[in-house]
């Protein structure tokens, strides 16, 4: 069974907030939901975790499955200062069409960026 994943999507004057991990691939916020919790309260956890952004809302959006994890996507609205923490090394803010960012991203997060852009108008 693939590992399952509560994944974050904060948009923030317009753009997704990506975070760095330690090998320097760009991510969406998210990680591994404890069994006690579920995936709404580990999405709002890691979102917390890594940006330090408190949750205001969630709404989930859909299910991806990648190579090794199964993704519960969530749409975060989300107050604070954003600031890197926890496992996060970096943050990092893209806009559609941003090429150097979106060639760094994994490609579970550039697949979920792309459903996420095509259910908008």
């Known amino acids: 069974m693939k590992r399952q994943r509560a994944t974050v999507i904060v948009e923030i004057d317009g753009k997704i907030l990506l975070v760095e991990n330690r090998g320097g691939l760009l991510l969406l916020p998210g ?3 404890n069994a006690d919790e579920s ?3 580990a999405a709002a ?3 917390t975790e890594e940006t330090r952004l408190l949750c205001a809302s969630l709404q989930f959006l859909f299910s991806h499955e990648s190579q090794t994890n199964c993704h519960h996507v969530f749409r975060a609205s989300a107050s ?3 600031l890197a923490g ?3 090394m970096a943050l990092h803010y893209f806009a559609r069409g941003d090429l ?3 060639a760094r991203m994994s490609a579970a997060t ?3 960026i792309e459903r996420f852009e095509d259910t908008r108008p």
Do not use: C, F, N, T
Request: hydrophobic share 35%; charged share 25%.
């Open 39 to 41: 995936h709404a309260q």
């Open 31 to 33: 990680g591994g939901i």
């Open 86 to 88: 926890d496992d996060a």
């Open 80 to 82: 604070g200062a954003p």
């Open 100 to 102: 150097p960012l979106s």
């Open 110 to 112: 550039r697949q979920i």
């Open 45 to 47: 956890r890691e979102l």
